[in-house]
Nanobody, 121 residues
Framework: QVQLVESGGGLVQPGRSLRLSCAAS????????MGWYRQAPGKQREAVAS???????NYADSVKGRFTISRNNAKDTVYLQMNSLKPEDTAVYYC???????????????WGQGTQVTVSS
């Protein structure tokens, strides 16, 4: 079994920063892309940022210049540094990873349980 465990969410004032972490564990052979999605109340889940194994990144236009995704491949961990937070960034943030497992030998998308980020004064 594979688990993605997120941490780092919380309540923060506009303009402040938060750092999210997501660690993968389990029967992992390799991890391809890792990334972050978010879902605000009444809205569809949207992609925020992603990073491939070799470091290619992609960001939603709404977070470019404010959010930075990074990975520690040795620890199977992905991070999201969020700066200059805005109230519209309020959402549940989900970690996603495309993982090839050892047992069974297969490739699937895995999701974390979600962590709440609230930006409010």
């Amino acid at each position: 079994q594979v688990q993605l465990v997120e941490s780092g969410g919380g309540l923060v004032q506009p303009g402040r920063s938060l750092r999210l972490s997501c660690a993968a564990s389990g029967s992992i052979s390799s991890i391809n892309a890792m990334g972050w999605y978010r879902q605000a109340p009444g809205k569809q889940r949207e992609a925020v940022a992603s990073m491939t194994t070799n470091g290619v990144t992609n960001y939603a236009d709404s977070v470019k210049g404010r959010f930075t995704i990074s990975r520690n491949n040795a620890k199977d961990t992905v991070y999201l540094q969020m700066n200059s937070l805005k109230p519209e960034d309020t959402a549940v943030y989900y970690c996603n990873a495309k993982i090839i497992t050892i047992v069974p030998l297969s490739s699937n998308d895995y999701w974390g349980q979600g962590t709440q980020v609230t930006v409010s004064s």
